[in-house]
């Protein structure tokens, strides 16, 4: 894409091998709601995406792929029972929106802030419009939130964890 673009209002990103299926039809719906913001898609080959602010990017080397072009990591799959791409948005930084049937957006539920950030599939558009107009100082706080969220889960100890659900 152009990179004018990139600089156009609040970038989303979404990683997904099968978009289809995995909230095609959510994204389509908000792309259309709000089309000051753009939708970035990586991971689809080549499917012509309908709407004009939805940008496909093709499939990526996420270990070389810039997080920083982006606000948001938007993921409303129905079908994960856990999401590395989720994960990998959340560990680079981007404020993680994603459905509440998506394993791994258990983190966010435990944070009284980022709550907010798991949706039912009813809820998108009202978590859109709490976004469309977010100030730097709100992303930033948000950002702060999650780098602790961040810290925890990387430093966690998962031996320990494992060993206290009976499982190793």
Do not use: C
């Not at 990683?15 to 913001?37: L, M, R, Y």
């Not at 459905?99 to 791994?104: C, E, L, R, T, Y």
């Not at 709490?130 to 100082?137: G, Q």
Request: no cysteine; proline share 2%.
């Amino acid at each position: 894409p152009k990179k004018d673009m990139y600089n156009y209002g609040i970038n989303f990103l979404n990683v997904s091998h099968n978009f289809k299926i995995k909230g095609e039809h959510i994204i389509t719906d908000i792309a259309s709601s709000f089309p000051q913001n753009r939708f970035f898609i990586v991971g689809e080959k080549s499917n012509k995406l309908e709407k004009e602010n939805i940008i496909n990017l093709g499939v990526n080397d996420i270990s070389k792929f810039d997080f920083n072009k982006y606000n948001f990591f938007i993921y409303p799959s129905k079908l994960d029972s856990h999401s590395f791409s989720l994960e990998e948005g959340f560990i680079n930084g981007l404020i993680p929106l994603s459905s509440k049937n998506v394993g791994f957006s258990e983190i966010f539920s435990k944070n009284k802030i980022l709550s907010n950030l798991v949706l039912n599939d009813s809820e998108w558009h009202q978590a859109l419009e709490k976004f469309k107009n977010i100030s730097d100082n709100e992303i930033k706080d948000i950002k702060k939130q999650l780098l602790i969220l961040r810290e925890e889960w990387l430093n966690r100890n998962i031996v320990h964890e494992f060993k206290e659900k009976g499982v190793v």
